[in-house]
């Protein structure tokens, strides 16, 4: 009798880790997001886990009854739950609130630095003054931005710098729906950043804690000294960089954006894509090894040797470390006689990294890496299945076809709610991408293995750029197509959840023919509707105005229904880029279809009240508004004008103790163009006059609606 189709047999008797690693991470979500939950003793958390595993012995060992067996499934699943929570509040993100006072450090560079256009950033250990003499027991991580000079783009892992100056802490989001980088970093156990500009820091040492780490990254440097030397420059030398080695820091905008349009950013970070082709090549190198069990051991070792050298080269990311932990689990498998489960194996892997480092759950790479093998797994033998193709060639396309819609299926919920955008012709841009990268690495494995032979390092060098250049080619042709990138896109968390729960129930109607799941996959699509109909619905009633907080520069929003207007100072309607990463996040959860981008103080303002440029007055959310800056020139009135927000930018060329002579306001905003000493003056006088007084620099972007 033919064996059952792997993606029909789903029953948890064959995969316990799934189970367990669902369990175990519904622990980390509970400390993570409920009230009260991290303020708990540890000790009634030991003792929740500690009753859950007896319970679930004594069912096991002392009720034989078929029945209850529910019930040793669910002590099973507790026992993870408070495994879960146990783990994540004794390694899980720092709590401390302990200022960092200003003066003379030492720190120790713990990561290969990043290098940026303007800054390079790295993550240290911060060694205070009083322990110099190497006891660095809980020295505080910080996050250091270093001025682009020679010295600090020779900055390595385990360098020991000296400096003097003031560590801030990390300042939380100040805008609507902004990234949360407070967040993010309080994750990794960084709360305090600093910058160090030229000649405010000295290089003291070098003293790296892991051998292996630094090894690794400094391989890497090499290499990637060596792609520049083989005669790749620019664009070919960026991508070759971030596909081979992990290293994306020379990517430049543009370029990125054409990946993000093709939905190939997969190739431009190492993940299990790369090192399942490694592991291929290598494979395939050590054939001759498979003659006798003794050959094969020694054919595993390396294999697994091999794989995390690539892993630690490329940065160890969370999509690699399970790359890594399946593919040694695979090789390991292969030395036994039992039957391999590939679902299993992966939530092995993710138990595994998760064990050792809960917070990796929030980690963005980690969610998506995940999230794509797993849709793979269960989801591409379904869609190969839809069609038979018989001619060989055709058969490999729709092949990889269906490998994309797999992985874009299992991911497009998390991409649109972390990135807001949906590649459309990610089926289309996956056919030459997957080929043509498999080739990169290839070619890209051999230069680096003999990248020491000056003859060869220049004929492969010259195979690989080129073949860099026609991936960068055709993967900028995507932009010329109808529709290259859906943007501005809102996935709610709710609705994130209510997808993914359609896929899971829609997977067990459709492709298992269970017919039982019909009603809940009717009443979740029903609930996605209407949280969808809803949501539309808020869009085309809102009305409301956003005063942005940007450092030296001036955004404010005025929105009704699906239009906006984006009022801008000069310097962001030249650049509005520059403001994208504050503004963009809130038009898509706005919904905003129209958004029309013009100077502050222009004529053709929106909701102007009248056209005299030197008052700005617009009107928004039934609330009369007033704009003034270093353009306007407020002449003395008889009676001073009435306004509910007044809005100062920049420095008005209006003494500032005359001004409620001037204007009468219910709400005075100043935003973060205004310098220090002015507003210390308008903040005293809203104070006298018992006016509200709003910094953006310090109460984050003024947000009204109604």
């Known amino acids: 009798m033919a064996a059952e189709p792997y993606y029909r047999n789903m029953f948890w008797s064959q995969r316990p880790f799934v189970r367990i690693v669902l369990f175990y991470i519904a622990g980390i979500l509970a400390l993570s997001y409920t009230p009260g939950l991290a303020g708990v003793s540890i000790n009634y958390i030991l003792s929740g886990f500690i009753l859950a595993l007896a319970g679930y012995a004594f069912v096991v060992f002392k009720v034989k009854r078929k029945a209850l067996d529910w019930l040793k499934g669910l002590l099973f699943g507790f026992t993870f739950f408070f495994l879960g929570i146990l783990i ?19 720190a120790k560079i713990v990561n290969d630095p990043e290098l940026r256009p303007n800054f390079v950033k790295a993550e240290a250990q911060l060694l205070l003054h009083d322990s110099l003499d190497g006891n660095d027991q809980a020295a505080p991580l910080i996050l250091i931005y270093f001025q682009r000079l020679p010295e600090s783009d020779s900055l390595r892992y385990g360098d020991v710098i000296a400096f003097r100056g003031a560590v801030e802490r990390v300042a939380g989001p100040l805008n609507p729906d902004e990234f949360d980088y407070q967040a993010y970093l309080l994750r990794k156990n960084i709360t305090h950043n600093m910058y160090l500009g030229e000649g405010s820091w000295h290089y003291v040492s070098h003293e790296a804690s892991n051998i292996w780490m630094a090894y690794a990254y400094e391989v890497r440097r090499q290499l990637t000294n060596k792609l520049l030397a083989a005669g790749l420059y620019h664009e070919e030398f960026a991508v070759a960089a971030a596909i081979l080695l992990g290293n994306d820091d020379y990517m430049e905008t543009g370029l990125r954006q054409n990946y993000v349009f093709a939905g190939a950013m997969h190739i431009l970070c190492v993940s299990g894509l790369h090192v399942g082709i490694i592991f291929l090549i290598f494979d395939f190198l050590l054939k001759f090894l498979n003659k006798s069990p003794k050959t094969r051991l020694v054919k595993s070792a390396l294999l697994i040797l091999i794989i995390w050298m690539y892993a630690s080269v490329t940065g160890l990311s969370p999509s690699v470390q399970r790359a890594g932990l399946m593919v040694t689990v695979f090789v390991l498998s292969q030395l036994t006689p039992r039957r391999k489960d590939n679902l299993n194996t992966l939530a092995f892997s993710a138990m595994m990294l998760l064990l050792i480092n809960p917070m990796l759950l929030f980690h963005t790479g980690f969610q998506l890496s995940y999230a794509a093998v797993a849709g793979i797994l269960i989801l591409y033998q379904p869609i190969y299945s839809l069609f038979y193709v018989k001619d060989p060639i055709l058969d490999k396309v729709w092949a990889i076809t269906a490998l994309s819609f797999a992985a874009q299926l299992a991911t497009f919920p998390l991409a649109v709610h972390y990135f807001h955008v949906f590649p459309p012709w990610f089926w289309l841009s996956n056919l030459f991408t997957y080929p043509l990268s498999f080739l990169i690495l290839t070619v890209g494995m051999a ?43 809102h996935l709610p968390v709710g609705e994130v959840i209510l997808i993914y729960l359609l896929l899971f129930v829609g997977f067990g109607f459709f492709v298992q023919r269970n017919w039982r799941l019909l009603l809940p996959f009717m009443a979740v699509l029903v609930i996605l509707i209407s949280y969808e109909t809803f949501d539309r619905w808020r869009h085309l009633h809102q009305d409301g105005a956003v005063v942005y907080q940007l450092r030296n520069q001036t955004a404010l929003r005025f929105y009704n229904g699906r239009h906006s207007c984006m009022m801008l100072d000069d310097y962001l309607v030249r650049h509005p880029e520059k403001a994208k990463f504050v503004v963009e996040a809130a038009q898509a959860r706005l919904g905003l279809s129209e958004t029309q981008i013009i100077p502050l103080h222009s004529d053709s303002g929106y909701g102007r009240v009248n056209s005299d440029t030197a008052y700005s007055f617009y009107y928004q959310s039934g609330k009369k508004w007033m704009v003034i800056s270093e353009k306007s020139h407020l002449q003395p009135v008889t009676n001073p004008i009435e306004v509910d927000v007044l809005v100062v930018t920049r420095s008005p060329k209006i003494n500032t103790d005359c001004l409620f002579s001037l204007v009468s306001p219910s709400l005075i905003v100043v935003d973060g163009s205004v310098k220090d000493g002015v507003k210390d003056k308008i903040r005293k006088l809203a104070g006298d006059r018992k006016v509200s007084y709003h910094d953006t620099s310090e109460q984050g972007a003024l947000v009204v609606s109604r």
């Not at 004794?90 to 960092?100: H, K, N, V």
């Not at 293995?449 to 993967?475: E, H």
Request: glycine residues 12%.
């Open 88 to 106: 994540s509040s004794t390694t899980g993100q720092s709590s401390s609130t302990t200022d960092i006072a200003p003066g003379f450090y030492a």
């Open 447 to 489: 230069f680096m293995l003999l990248s020491w032979i000056p003859w060869v390092a220049f004929v492969l060098g010259w195979a690989l750029g080129g073949m860099v250049f026609l991936l960068n080619w055709l993967v900028g042709l995507i932009r010329f197509l109808p529709y290259p990138g859906l943007v501005d896109l």
